[in-house]
């Protein structure tokens, strides 16, 4: 093995991945952590009432949140409801903790356990939550005496002040709105039909559309192109268009990003001929909430298969074990 191929093998165990912005973006991430922190501590310390026991009315975690909102805002772990109950609900299970066992060992661990599992039934893992949580716990006895106070000033005046400017300043650079809704919106407004594709998807196809999205992304381009090989697989158990259209049920058109849809069927002519009229609303993608109706050969041939809503949001393909 030559010490260029060592070297690649040990960045790929380290994690280290490829550049895929460009020197301004980082710049941008720089300015915006700058000012979002800026802002966090005029606000709080505005707020903070006279004589305040906090020896500072900031939470630490926050320069974490910083760098999530600012160098990933398209991030997962980034959005607003990942900051605001990140942070909230490991604020109270830490207060929690330090008050049923306080200085006990334990607590600090606790604290940290349960708030990373509220996190992920809650649906807003946001990793700063866990420097919040336990900060509650060892922030000495100036964030004891604040009890669930603690909540309010300074985690909520540090999550509102913080959320502020990272949507304000990130929405002076049109390719990184914040929240990620904002910018897969205006995005859509450029996108034209692909054309027919002849061939399959590339490492090489991800790498260059990484460079050029110029964003920080939570996931490697190995796992984009794992997913997409997966779901590949996945997609070709299932390549015929449903023979039955049932009133009540929902289908899927199979497609990708905007072009993704799911339908309902709400009503279907007694006749069951191609030329019947099929009545639906749009219950997923981008024409959710519309209705419209169709022939039934049409509609037939939109759907790719039917699927079911699942408890978790998701929609999976009727009859398929998701576990």
Known sequence: MTASSLLNELRLLLGIERGTTRAGEKWISGLGA???????????????PQGSPMGG???????ASAVLLFAVPQGALSQPWAVIGGHLLSAFIGVSCQRLLPGHDLTPALAVGLAVCAMAFARCIHPPGGATALTAVIGGDAVHALGYH??????????????AIAVLFNALFGWRRYPAHLNHRARAAMVTPPAQRQFD???????AAMAELNAYVDV?????????????????????HPQDIVVGHCYSNGRLGRAWGVREVLEEASANTATAQVHYRAVAGAEAGQTGSCTREMFRQWARFEVSAQADGRWHKAGRDTR
């Open 34 to 48: 700058l000012f979002g922190i800026l802002a966090v501590y005029g606000l709080a310390r505005w707020c903070a």
């Open 57 to 63: 009315p900031m939470v630490a975690s926050m320069g």
């Open 220 to 240: 490697t381009s190995e796992q984009l192109t794992e997913l997409l090989e997966l779901a590949k697989q996945h997609a070709e158990r299932d390549a015929i």
């Open 150 to 163: 603690y909540l309010l000033m300074p985690v909520l005046i540090n999550v509102v002040a913080i959320l």
């Open 201 to 207: 998807l590339t490492q090489e196809d991800f790498h």
